[in-house]
């Protein structure tokens, strides 16, 4: 046994040399090879793999820049009108909405900031009823202890602004018809007995009847002799927010007029409406202006004509300016209407100024200025006065 022992031990420190040697060995010979990558000529190097994400190059290095998202301007939020109910709820409001005469009406309006507008009749005197506040995102508009005079139309306006300069954008604005229906009035009350409304040919004309209920039946009456008007949707026509609206005014609308409305029991008549019938051009006039010849002698006569075609019945005005006014020579015109052949009803307006003996002093610009109800335009001539030729002695 001791034999054994001794032989095992020397054979581990035999193995633990041999082992020693071997990893010395294996050093030189890397150690070698290093120094033959260095002075080796015409041998490369082997290249070593790339790590992911390093480059590999050398030189200038290339930064591929990541494409930018532009950011999309913000779009102003759409303007929402509703109305503040009771506990703090909230209706969108439509085209229009009814309200209790005696309740407090409360609008919101998101904008910032928001303009608003009301009733004629609450922008001249409002009592203190009405309040209108802009919040940081939103405007409010509150009238309390309504009235049926209080219907009307109610508009809300954003604003746009840069810097200190803001205008409404009439485009996005919200309007909403709000009716407060009244058990005693079922009209918007008024402080005139009647009103004179003027018919225009061709123009529209409305006869403001607004109720205060949209539940009440409105008819239209003549007051002499005592008829009911006949409504048909073309002619005449009715809007419970606007009134009876007469589309193409002719001579037999004229006259007195009024609304009658009637809900349930109640019935009640409106303010009294004077039509008074004027023939209303549709366009200014377009006078021509024509002189009985462009150089006159002295002594001889002048006629200068102006002239105005239009609708029949429609008063065109003439009047003139002319050189002979700056030593005071008189006015002498001749004035004349007649009809025009055709399908359409015209007429031709004309006025011809006479200058008898023409002198010096008539030499110059003829001016001719025609006005109508729409508007006024004038044109000229100029007219050359010649000397007078005497005859020669024999």
Known sequence: ?????????????????????????????????????????????????????KSTNKGPRTVIAKPKI????????????????????????????????????????????????????????DDGRLRIVQHERYGVLTLANTTGADTGEYTCYPMY???????????????????????????????????????????????PCQVTSPEAKVTLHREFPPVEVAVDGKEISFNVKRGFTIHRPRPHHAGALFCVASLGNLRQSSTKYMLIYVNYPIAPPAPVIQASSSSVTAGENLHVSCSVVGEQDVVVEITWEYPGQQIGRPLYTQESISPIGGGAARQQSQSVLLVDEVRDVDQGAYVCTAHNLQGTKSVSTTVKVVPKVKAKKP
């Open 70 to 125: 532009k950011a999309t301007p913000a779009v102003s939020a759409q303007a929402v009108l509703t109305q503040v109910l009771n506990r703090g709820r909230f209706k969108k409001v439509g085209d229009s909405i009814s309200v209790q005469t005696g309740d407090t009406l409360e609008l919101r309006c998101r904008g910032k900031p928001v303009q608003w507008s009301v009733p004629k009749y609450l922008e001249e005197d």
């Open 161 to 207: 602004c840069e810097d200190t300069d803001c205008r409404k954008e009439y485009d996005k604005a919200i309007k909403v018809f709000v009716f407060f229906p009244d058990p005693r009035e079922l009209f918007v009350p008024s402080s005139d007995y009647y009103e004179a409304i003027q018919l225009r040919t061709n123009w529209p004309t409305l006869l």
């Open 1 to 53: 046994m001791p034999l054994v022992t001794s032989f095992g031990s020397k054979g581990r420190w035999v193995l633990s040399a041999l082992l020693i040697c071997a990893v010395i060995a294996e050093l030189a010979s890397c150690q070698k090879d290093t120094e033959e990558q260095r002075t080796t000529p015409g041998r490369k190097p082997k290249p070593s793999k790339p790590k992911l994400g």
